[in-house]
């Protein structure tokens, strides 16, 4: 069975400064999805980032970008120039491409952006 | 094109009540999956449902709960006799797949916050 792993529980950073979040997966697929998804305090689960396991180019969007090292099964979310508003829970997620394609979460890490 | 809604938001029950939890997928959506999220922890997989048919319920709780996605209308999670331990937030989950299940990205309605007192 898959399993996800986020070993940091809680991260600070300074506003304008640069954060990588951790998460490590295990699997014995070749093919499947992570994701990185945000929860603010509202609780609404927002998806930040998407990395197809083929595809060997880290995805980025904007501020938002990973660092996807398949051998090692590692797969980090760096966020550049923080903001105030990046303050959340980031949950990163596993997806496989067989069976029902249910997501596996790990435990979350809460970011906290210092002004 | 409204995301997914679920309703109610926040809903409060006396121990041995029963809790219904709608979901209404995005436009176009037929595939449904409801997690659990505990207190301080991530999301865990309870049911996955596509319309008519439960396909994958291996995360629910073999007693009290139960989930369905009729041919009209929203997908329910019926949690009976709720207890203490059944308080947490519920959230549903929708996608489209198509055959590869490459597009199979989920999208996350705001959540249904159960508190049993």
């Known amino acids: 069975a898959q399993t996800v792993t986020q070993s940091q529980p809680e991260m600070s950073v300074q506003e304008a400064e640069t954060v990588t979040l951790s998460c490590t997966y295990d699997t014995s697929e070749s093919d499947y999805y992570l994701f990185w998804y945000k929860q603010p305090p509202s609780r609404q689960m927002i998806l930040v980032i998407r990395q197809e396991a083929y595809k060997q180019q880290n995805a980025t969007e904007n501020r938002f970008s990973v660092n996807f090292q398949k051998a090692a099964k590692s797969f980090s979310l760096k966020i550049s120039d923080s903001q105030l508003g990046d303050a959340a829970m980031y949950f990163c997620?596993?997806?496989?491409?067989?069976?029902?394609?249910?997501?596996?979460f790990g435990t979350g890490t809460r970011l906290k952006v210092l002004a | 094109n409204a995301g997914v809604m679920q309703n109610p938001r926040h809903l409060v029950r006396r121990r041995g009540q029963e809790a219904r939890l709608r979901c209404s997928p995005m436009k176009g959506h037929s595939h449904v999956y409801w997690y659990r999220q505990l207190p301080e922890e991530g999301l865990k997989f309870m049911v996955y449902l596509q319309k008519e048919n439960i396909i994958d319920e291996s995360g629910m709780p073999k007693e009290r709960f139960s989930a369905e996605f009729p041919k009209e209308g929203p997908s329910i999670l019926r949690i009976q006799q709720v207890v203490r331990g059944d308080s947490a937030a519920y959230f549903c989950?929708?996608?489209?797949?198509?055959?590869?299940?490459?597009?199979?990205?989920?999208?996350f309605g705001p959540g249904t916050r159960l508190t049993v007192l």
């Open positions: 989950a929708s996608s489209h797949r198509d055959w590869g299940g490459r597009t199979d990205t989920q999208y």
């Open positions: 997620a596993y997806r496989t491409l067989s069976g029902t394609y249910k997501y596996i």
